[in-house]
Each structure stands twice: as C-alpha cells, then as structure tokens.
C-alpha cells in the first residue's frame, strides 16, 4: 500500500551511495555520461524464468534472524497491519505476523550483490528487484518481478543498472536510469515498460554524448527521483547548487521532453540553497511536496496541490530539515523529525506532536506508518545493530519486533 511513499528517494540514495556506485557529488572530476547504453529493440528483451528456492506458502519457516548483523532489515513496505516486505544488504524478505518474523524470499540466484539493488514492491504478491551488473552498472541489470509473493520469479536482462524505479499498476512502470554524476551534474535516462518490465522503450536521455539527447531536462543538476502519475505525466526531484532554485520537472508526453516547475519559495528564502525531499501523489490531482533549505538557519517545508501539479500552495508550518515524511493519505501525513513524531488529519494545515516514550534521535533510518495509530520505524542502537519497532498507539510507545 506504501506505493507511493517518499521512500522511493531514500531507496535510490541508498543505491547510488553505496558499492562505488559513482554517488552525486558536489565537486569533482566534470559528468563523463555513458555512451554505451544499448538502445531498447522493437522486439524487446526475451525473459528466462528464475526459480526461487522451493518454499511452500503453508509451511513457510523463517530464514534469518534480525539479531544477526548480516540479515538487519535496512527498509520495510508494509501493505496491512500483518503482511510487508523488507530488504536486508543481501535479502528480499517477506512477513504475514506484522515484523515478528521475517522469510527469506529472494530470487534463487548467487550473483546479488550487496547492496541487492533497486526494488519495486507493489502488492503484497507483485514486486521487482533491479539487480546491477557492478562491472558495467551504467548499461547492464537484470530485472526480477514475481506476481506470487517471491515463490517465483522472472528475470530479464536490462540496459541500465539503477536509478528511481516505479510501476503504476502490473504492466506499467518507468525508470530513471542512472548514468553518471559528478560536478554537481548527473546524466539519466527515461525508459517505459507497458508489459510489467519484460521490454523497455527509451523515452529520452540528457545525456550529451548521444545522438538526439534530449536538452529539455539539464545535465546540470542531481536527478534524486522520477514520480510518475500515468503514463504521460510524470515529475522528476533533485538538487541544483544555485540559491533560491528548486529542482522540480514535469513531463506531459510519457518522459519525451520536460519542463520546469514555477514554485514561490517563503519569503526570506530566496537565497536558500533548496534541496528535493519527496514528492507524494494521491490519484492524479492532489499531492504533496517536502523541500529542504538550507541558509542561515536551515528548515524542511511542505506544498500542496490540489490540480496534479499545475499549482503548488505552501503549507503553513516549518520544521527542522531531514527526518521523515510520509503522507498516508489526501488528508492524513506523519513527520518524524528532532526525536518527535507530528501527525495531521488535515492535508498538514496543522499538526500535533507526539513525544515517543522510546528516544530515537537521529537514529532513525525507515518508516513506515499504515494509519494514524499503526506504524513501524527501523532505528539504529548503540552497536549500530538495526532494530524494526512496532507501535500501535500513534507512536507514543514503541515495542521492538524481535527482541
């Protein structure tokens, strides 16, 4: 159910800083963009079916045990209040108890790398793992989708490695490839799928060094998420180091060329360096946007829209930058940010705060919240051991998952 959540920028940082994956950086050596990124072909990419290791649903028997440091749960997606997903480093698991256990679903092959990769968990049965090749990460993947709960999976091989995956429904996804930053600069491309990732169509690529890259999204600037709303409108979130300029980009015909968003930053702020935080839709008019500024003082700041994105309302409050965001629905949101938890009923016109009686600090590196009152978080201790916690109360009090 957390399809849409603003994790899907916190999954693809995680990818691209680690395993010398080129993350963004703010200075360096200028973007050098791939140039052997193989074009998609009209008959595009034969799937060969990958098996994963026989588990039967009825007598299924937790694999791993999050006391071991190297099966630690480094992000959840919950559909309900018993069944989610999770990643470990090198894991794709899968719970029906609410966090209490956890079972090994991965696909059966040996050559996952650590990190695994890029997920896409749709339903509690439809996902998929993009799977790098590290030695050529910016023109080869593999593809794993399972429409079974991860019993079995099918693999394909891609012309990208990573980047910002997302699928509206079983058949529709889009991709953000990855294609080298450096400089402040980052070279992506736009591919679709319409056949639940068995073919990818190239849509566009800034990418200079190619015939026919598109000018209309700059390789200036770090690309951090694509947000699709169907299948033509789409928004793409990032950085760019100049004062009083927010990275925002919308696409009308399917990611073929893009344009930038207008938005009115606070009064006060017009030299803030701004950084994307999140975007969230809710069907295909009204959503939400979390930026970060950074000036004298620095503060995280909300928008709202109520016509898919032509126009964009400032909310009212302002908190402390990073943390988390996550809206559950047009009306309900979470933040989580300096050790507290605020919750609105009211599209974030106003808020109240909830100080948990378990301190997290800054500890906290994932949340997840189904309703008002059912959530989880992933939060460091001491040993840099990650912990799942479980609260039932609108996160007064925590308890953890496996003790």
Not at 63 to 74: N, P, R
Not at 210 to 219: E, H, M, S, V
Not at 267 to 291: I, N, P, R
Not at 305 to 332: C, I, K, M, N
């Amino acid at each position: 159910m957390r399809a849409c959540r603003f994790a899907v920028l916190i999954l693809f940082l995680f990818i691209t800083a680690c395993g010398g994956l080129n993350p963004p950086k703010q200075s360096g050596q200028v973007v050098t963009p791939a140039t052997n990124v193989p074009e998609p072909t009209s008959k595009g990419i034969t799937p060969t079916t990958v098996t994963a290791t026989a588990l039967n649903k009825s007598t299924l028997t937790p694999t791993i045990s999050l006391e071991t440091t190297s099966t630690e749960l480094v992000s959840i997606s919950m559909f309900d209040g018993s069944n989610g997903w999770g990643l470990t480093e090198t894991q794709v698991v899968r719970t029906t108890d609410a966090g209490t256990t956890w079972m090994d679903f991965s696909p059966d092959i040996s050559d996952l790398g650590d990190p695994i990769g890029t997920p896409y968990f749709l339903t509690e049965e439809i996902a998929w793992l993009l799977a790098p090749d590290f030695e050529e990460y910016f023109s080869r993947g593999t593809l794993y989708s399972t429409n079974d709960g991860g019993l079995n999976w099918t693999s394909v091989t891609t012309p990208f490695g990573g980047g910002s995956l997302t699928f509206l429904d079983e058949k529709n996804g889009w991709i953000m490839a990855d294609l080298g930053a450096g400089a402040g600069s980052q070279a992506v491309a736009i591919y679709q799928t319409t056949d639940g990732g068995r073919s990818w169509k190239l849509k566009s690529t800034n990418d200079p060094t190619r015939q026919g890259a598109d000018t209309t999204l700059p390789l200036g600037g770090l690309k951090y998420a694509l947000v699709p709303l169907d299948k033509n409108t789409a928004f793409i979130g990032g950085v760019v180091y100049a004062p009083g300029t927010v990275y925002l980009f919308r696409s009308d015909d399917g990611g073929l060329t893009w344009k930038k968003v207008p938005m009115v930053l606070p009064d006060g702020t017009e030299e803030a360096g701004v950084s994307f935080k999140g975007l969230q839709f809710f069907g295909k008019t009204y959503g939400f946007l979390a930026l970060n500024l950074s000036a004298s003082d620095q503060k995280l700041i909300l928008y709202e829209t109520q016509d898919g994105g032509d126009h964009w309302t400032l909310l009212p409050d302002e908190y402390s930058p990073g943390g988390r965001v996550e809206f559950l629905s047009a009306s309900e949101g979470v933040i989580y940010n300096d050790g507290s938890f605020w919750f609105t009923q009211d599209a974030g016109q106003t808020w109240s705060m909830i100080q948990p009686e378990k301190e997290f600090g800054e500890s906290l590196t994932d949340m997840d919240f189904i309703d008002k009152d059912l959530g989880w978080v992933i939060a460091y201790d001491d040993s840099n051991t990650h912990i799942l916690f479980r609260t039932t109360d609108g996160g007064r009090s925590w308890v953890p998952e496996v003790k």
